[in-house]
């Protein structure tokens, strides 16, 4: 591997749009061609086992996250999901409503699972005779606090004790289990509603390219090994720095189109990580 057989590959991917899909995980950069970095960018044998272990980390870090990196999954098919999971909501409040009397008898076995996991108030203000139920076990008064002055939690509000109104809410569950079911699945149901307009009005949500983030973030991380062993980071055509990075695309099997116009942006997104303390392999996005 030379600096013009990486130069005269990435000339020849030139024109090409590279899309997500085209960065696999990276492979391990072979001895061969590891020898082969050292001997091109100068770097000392008394460094050289500090310079593979830190390659070696990058490349586990990204192959750990990327192999279970659900983030590829195109825009389209999450909307599928969310409308697929609305109507499944949907759906589900419409059974609820048509339960007869033995379903609804065994409907109260949910009530020590549901109970616990909604707030005193909603179902306070949610479900039928909650606000009696809930009362009667004590809370949704103003109370005393430690110095025995009688507060509230706010201006014309109630206080509702989690751990005092968990008996009243399993209760309260298991009184009303459908009713109950079906006050939360038409809240979820409004929440998936916001989120599908959410996910239309997402960046590039109407087309156009999408900024390749693992590209982008490998050469943040280069950046950091390239500095750390005080060399200067640089761009253009003669750029050590630039040569560098497509020589270690080429070794982790990543095409190289592009890199050179990416790397100026790179440098740029590494300045301002490096001064919020964020100098370490990753794969969090843009900061």
């Given at each position: 591997?030379?600096?013009?057989?990486?130069?005269?590959?990435?000339?020849g991917?030139?024109?090409?749009?590279?899309?997500?899909?085209?960065?696999?995980?990276?492979?391990?950069?072979?001895?061969?061609?590891?020898?082969?970095?050292?001997?091109?960018?100068?770097?000392?044998?008394?460094?050289?086992?500090?310079?593979?272990?830190?390659?070696?980390?990058?490349?586990?870090?990204?192959?750990?996250e990327m192999?279970?990196?659900?983030?590829?999954?195109?825009?389209?098919?999450?909307?599928?999901?969310?409308?697929?999971?609305?109507?499944?909501?949907?759906?589900?409040?419409?059974?609820?409503?048509?339960?007869?009397?033995?379903?609804?008898?065994?409907?109260?076995?949910?009530?020590?699972?549901?109970?616990?996991?909604?707030?005193?108030?909603?179902?306070?203000?949610?479900?039928?005779?909650?606000?009696?139920?809930?009362?009667?076990?004590?809370?949704?008064?103003?109370?005393?606090?430690?110095?025995?002055?009688?507060?509230?939690t706010?201006?014309?509000?109630?206080?509702?004790?989690?751990?005092?109104?968990?008996?009243?809410?399993?209760?309260?569950?298991?009184?009303?289990?459908?009713?109950?079911?079906?006050?939360?699945?038409?809240?979820?149901?409004?929440?998936?509603?916001?989120?599908?307009?959410?996910?239309?009005?997402?960046?590039?949500?109407?087309?156009?390219?999408t900024?390749?983030?693992?590209?982008?973030?490998?050469?943040?991380?280069?950046?950091?090994?390239?500095?750390?062993?005080?060399?200067?980071?640089?761009?253009?055509?003669?750029?050590?720095?630039?040569?560098?990075?497509?020589?270690v695309?080429?070794?982790?099997?990543?095409?190289?189109?592009?890199?050179?116009?990416?790397?100026?942006?790179?440098?740029?997104?590494?300045?301002?990580?490096?001064?919020?303390?964020?100098?370490?392999?990753?794969?969090?996005?843009?900061?």
């Open positions: 591997m030379a600096k013009k057989d990486a130069a005269a590959k990435r000339h991917q030139q024109g090409r749009v590279l899309r997500d899909a085209d960065f696999e995980c990276p492979k391990r950069i072979s001895e061969d061609d590891f020898a082969s970095l050292c001997e091109m960018y100068k770097i000392p044998s008394s460094v050289s086992a500090d310079w593979r272990k830190r390659l070696d980390r990058l490349v586990n870090v990204f192959v750990g192999s279970n990196d659900k983030r590829k999954r195109g825009r389209g098919l999450d909307r599928v999901g969310l409308e697929k999971t609305l109507s499944c909501i949907k759906n589900a409040k419409a059974e609820m409503e048509k339960l007869g009397y033995s379903g609804q008898k065994a409907l109260t076995s949910i009530s020590p699972f549901v109970g616990p996991m909604l707030a005193a108030r909603w179902l306070s203000e949610s479900v039928r005779g909650g606000d009696q139920v809930l009362h009667g076990a004590g809370v949704g008064r103003s109370r005393r606090d430690e110095r025995g002055i009688r507060s509230r706010g201006a014309g509000s109630n206080f509702f004790g989690e751990d005092e109104t968990l008996d009243a809410r399993r209760e309260l569950v298991g009184w009303r289990p459908a009713e109950t079911l079906i006050a939360a699945l038409k809240r979820i149901e409004c929440g998936l509603v916001v989120a599908l307009r959410e996910i239309d009005v997402q960046p590039r949500a109407k087309g156009g390219r900024p390749l983030e693992d590209r982008h973030m490998f050469i943040v991380n280069l950046c950091e090994i390239w500095n750390g062993f005080g060399k200067a980071l640089s761009t253009g055509p003669n750029s050590d720095f630039v040569s560098f990075c497509e020589s695309f080429e070794a982790v099997g990543w095409p190289t189109g592009g890199v050179d116009s990416a790397i100026p942006g790179a440098i740029r997104d590494w300045k301002r990580r490096t001064a919020r303390g964020l100098a370490k392999p990753t794969r969090k996005k843009r900061g």
